[in-house]
């Protein structure tokens, strides 16, 4: 089933404003964002993923989601299906999103220390754990980094000392 993305935009926002006892001021705003289109106007994904408010338990262990197909996820269409319903074969992640919500007891691991994992974020062997608050956000344009079956795809969560409150959003194609 073909999917038409209809609206897409991607954007961060920094800005602040500094004085010091002297009455200098450092006032700054950068701001980045894309559509993600091709340079023929068409999107360069076709397929979005999102987990939200998940409670991501010590005692659940690693989450590990397939970006590849999404293996046995089931974010409530079934296993293996997206939002949409619909099923997943990717072969490249243009945008992705993990927060650890503010509300949340733990800190969340990203990891690569696993068979199979995604190098597209961190390189293999690595983790980087995010505290409550935190998140990361990653747009790889239009080129996408790969993913690939059983050996470039496993998206490693867990949560570190207690229990996280997570949203996991990906753009892919």
């Not at 005692?59 to 197909?69: K, P, R, S």
């Not at 995010?130 to 496993?154: E, M, P, R």
Request: proline residues 1%; glycine residues 10%.
């Amino acid at each position: 089933m073909a999917v038409t993305v209809n609206r897409s935009r991607l954007s961060f926002n920094v800005a602040c404003k500094l004085t010091n006892e002297t009455g200098a001021v450092f006032d700054f705003g950068i701001s980045a964002g894309t559509s993600l289109r091709n340079t023929n106007g068409t999107y360069a994904f076709d397929r979005v993923w999102a987990l939200e408010d998940y409670d991501l338990t010590t005692a659940a262990g690693n989450y590990d989601l397939d970006l590849y197909d999404l293996g046995t996820t089931d974010v409530g269409a079934g296993p293996g299906d997206d939002n949409l319903g619909l099923s997943h074969t990717n072969s490249a992640i243009h945008a992705i999103m993990i927060e650890n919500q503010s509300t949340s007891a733990g800190d969340l691991r990203i990891d690569t220390n696993v068979t199979g994992a995604w190098t597209g974020l961190l390189p293999t062997g690595t983790t980087l754990d995010l505290d409550a608050g935190s998140f990361i956000h990653c747009v790889f344009g239009t080129t996408g980094k790969a993913v690939a079956d059983t050996t470039n795809h496993l998206l490693r969560l867990s949560a570190q000392s207690d229990t996280c409150k997570i949203n996991v959003v990906f753009f892919s194609s």
